[in-house]
Structure formats: C-alpha cells, structure tokens
C-alpha cells in the first residue's frame, strides 16, 4: 500500500475516533440537561440546580473532544488534499470538488507546505492567500 494511502486511512481512523468521543462527551451532556430538568420540574431553583450540575466541567470537556474532532478533521483534509495536488489538481479545481474558497484552498496547500514537507508542492502556483475565506 502507498504511503500516502496508509496516512489517509490513519486520519479516517483518527477522525472516526474523535468523532466517538464527541458522541461520548455529547451524550453526557445530554444526561445532565435531562437531570437539570428534572430539578426544576421538581421544584428546584435555577441557582441551585445550576449548582448540582458539573456544567464547567462539561463545558471543558465538550469544547476539547469538538477541537480534537476539528483537528482530526483538518489533517485527514490535509492528507488529501496533499495527495490531490500530487495527481495534479490545482488549488482552484481542489476549491470546487470540495465546495471551499480558492483562498482557503491556496491557505491549505500553504499548511502542507509548512507542516508536512511535501516537496512535490513547491511548484503549485498559489494565489494570495491573506484574504477571506471562509470557515472549515
């Protein structure tokens, strides 16, 4: 298997991974809403249900597992895409299959570039990438 098959196939994994956890993280946050509800249903006040909940500790928790599943997310786009401009795609024909801007593709090839030392991208033209785009 090529390489950059393997690394595709260990960020789906990675992603996949954090996207369980998220779920994980999800789910009890959900219990808590439930339980918080069943308080006030019961006639507890809002201060001292807030009080019963661990709402900063879920709130901790839920904001790591969305960055990690972010970032398990950009990499496998990272591997990609690397493998798209191998096989000759431009960063405008990599905007339109992935529905993305043209800045935000030149952005990720840049990050390619940068962090994953991908010689064979010297030579893609990139376009000025200081301007806009839009979000992941």
């Known amino acids: 298997m090529e390489e950059a098959t393997q690394r595709i196939i260990d960020a789906m994994h990675s992603l996949i991974e954090a996207n369980r956890h998220v779920r994980a993280v999800l789910t009890d946050a959900e219990e808590i809403l439930h339980a918080g509800i069943a308080h006030l249903e019961s006639g507890v006040d809002v201060m001292t249900a807030l009080r019963m909940a661990p ?10 597992a969305l960055e990690q599943a972010r970032a398990a997310r950009h990499e496998l786009r990272l591997q990609v895409m690397a493998v798209c401009f191998d096989d000759g795609m431009t960063p405008r024909e990599i905007a339109e ?15 390619i ?11 893609v033209p990139m ?7 839009d979000p992941e």
């Open 127 to 133: 376009a000025d990438a200081s301007g806009g785009g």
């Open 55 to 64: 709402t900063s500790a879920q709130r901790h928790s839920t904001q790591e």
């Open 97 to 111: 299959q992935w529905g993305i801007s043209r800045q935000r593709a030149d952005r990720m090839v840049q990050e």
């Open 113 to 123: 570039k940068r962090h994953h030392d991908e010689p064979h991208l010297a030579a």
